[in-house]
C-alpha cells in the first residue's frame, strides 16, 4: 500500500480521482494531514517521498519523525526542481507562460511576504537542507539529476490549477477573496495569451536521496533548499 499525505483537502480529492483513473486506487491511500502531525499511525515505510516540499515544513522534527517511520535501511528521497538551470522561451510555440506578472498578483492579494502554508518566509527558502537530515540521523546522501529542457503547452486552466497547487497560493490562503483572485488571474491570462496557450520548457528535476542508518558511500552534498 502506498501512503499519500496532504494538508490541502482539494489536492486528496485530486490525488483520489487521479489514481481511480489510472486504476490503482486500491494500491493507495489518501490521508489529509500535515507533515507535523506524523506519523499519524501509518505504519512503517521503506520509502518516504517529499515533492518540493520539505523547505515548506518544521524541517527538524519531520525528518526526525520520518526517519523512525523507516525500516532499517529505507530512505527518505526528495524531488524538486533544478533551481540552476537556464530555461530559454526561444522557439516555442505560444506565448511564455507569465511567471513574474502572476507572482506580482500573488503579492497584491496576499501580501509581500511570500506565504509558506500557515506562515510566511521572511528569510527566504531556507538552506542547509544536507545538515538537517545529519542532524535526524541520515548518513549516507546520493544527488541525481534528469535533464529538463522538453516544451511543454499550458492551457489557461494548466496554468490556473498550478497556481493553487502551490503552497504559497493555495486556495484556502485567499480565503473569501478566492473567486476575486482567480477571476483577476485569467484575465491576466488572456492578456497574456490570445488563444488561452502557453509554452515553456520543464525544468531538470534534481533528487537527493538520503538513507537511514550508519556508512557512507557517497560524499554527503552541500546545503540544499
Known sequence: MNDGVDPDGGMIARAGRDAAELAIAGKTRWVRARSEELPAGLGVFTVATFGQSFHWMDRDRVAATTRDMLV??????????????????????????????????????????????????????????????????????????????????????????????????????????????????????????????FSERLPGTEVFVWWKGKGTTDPVPGPAG
Open 72 to 197: 532499517p535501511d529505507g530512505a527518505v528521497v526528495h524531488i524538486s526542481d533544478l533551481k540552476t538551470e537556464p530555461r530559454t522561451v526561444e522557439g516555442l510555440s505560444h506565448p511564455a507562460v507569465p511567471h513574474a506578472a502572476m507572482d506580482e498578483l500573488v503579492k497584491h492579494y496576499l501580501g509581500p511576504l511570500r506565504r509558506a502554508g500557515r506562515g510566511v518566509l521572511r528569510q527566504g527558502t531556507p538552506g542547509g537542507e544536507a545538515e538537517v537530515f545529519a542532524r535526524a540521523g541520515f548518513a549516507r546522501c546520493r544527488r541525481l539529476v534528469v535533464p529538463g529542457g522538453q516544451a511543454l503547452e499550458r492551457t489557461c486552466d494548466d496554468v490556473v490549477a498550478w497556481v493553487f497547487s502551490m503552497s504559497s497560493s493555495a486556495p484556502h490562503l485567499f480565503g473569501a477573496r478566492r473567486g476575486d483572485f482567480e477571476a483577476d488571474l485569467r484575465r491576466l491570462l488572456r492578456q497574456a495569451s490570445a488563444s488561452g496557450r
